[in-house]
């Protein structure tokens, strides 16, 4: 019995894990390559995407022609492909965003990437779910307001009202695209996986009787 809680608690929290990320396919049909010229360009997809931390960025693309680098910002700015964190040549590569902030991708052929060949991609801090932080700088809480003095008259005016505080900036991190707007490209990777995942679960209990 013992065993069985085990695989049963085992298998419920790696459904909850992949139902909450979800796979984007970047490019969509055209995938990882070089934007028509009256195509969207990749960054104005990944503004208009809301990502979270845990979610899959999916490159497809040609991998006798073509790569897929991780490069810090000004590598991105220059198209230099000599240097990056990492380069991917596999064709279908996966990507996990695993932390907040941004993401920079660029082709790892020089020619593409100045054919805007390239991606920046911001994740929100906090994880799927979470509150915004506050912004910094907020202003005060406004001072209270003063009590009435002992014995005043009935009818007596009421202490001026405080004045309204100044409205808080937004405190959504820089980039961060409104949630309308989410591409949905390869979401079905992840109900194949939950649905997978879950029949996997059912035969190793059943052999584990």
Request: net charge negative.
């Amino acid at each position: 019995m013992a065993r069985c809680f085990g695989l049963g608690l085992a298998c419920f929290v790696l459904l909850v894990a992949a139902a909450g990320a979800t796979q984007y396919k970047v490019g969509g049909d055209n995938g990882w390559s070089v934007p028509d010229a009256n195509a969207e360009s990749f960054n104005t997809w990944a503004e208009k995407t809301s990502f979270q931390i845990g979610d899959d960025l999916l490159f497809v693309y040609p991998k006798d022609k073509d790569s897929v680098l991780l490069v810090e910002p000004s590598d991105y700015n220059a198209c230099n492909t000599s240097s990056y964190d990492k380069k991917f040549t596999d064709g279908s590569t996966s990507v996990t965003l695993d932390h907040s902030g941004a993401f920079f991708f660029i082709s790892g052929v020089e020619a593409n990437c100045r054919a805007n060949e390239k991606l920046i991609v911001m994740v929100a801090a906090g994880g799927n779910g979470s509150a915004p932080a506050p912004s910094q700088g907020s202003p005060s809480s406004p001072p209270s307001t003063p009590a009435p003095s002992n014995g005043g008259a009935a009818g007596a005016q009421a202490p001026p009202s405080t004045p309204n505080a100044p409205a808080a900036k937004n405190s959504t991190a820089k980039g961060k695209p409104s949630a309308g707007g989410n591409d949905k490209n390869g979401a079905g990777h992840i109900v194949a996986g939950v649905v997978a995942s879950l029949v996997g679960c059912i035969v190793y209990a059943t052999l584990a009787f």
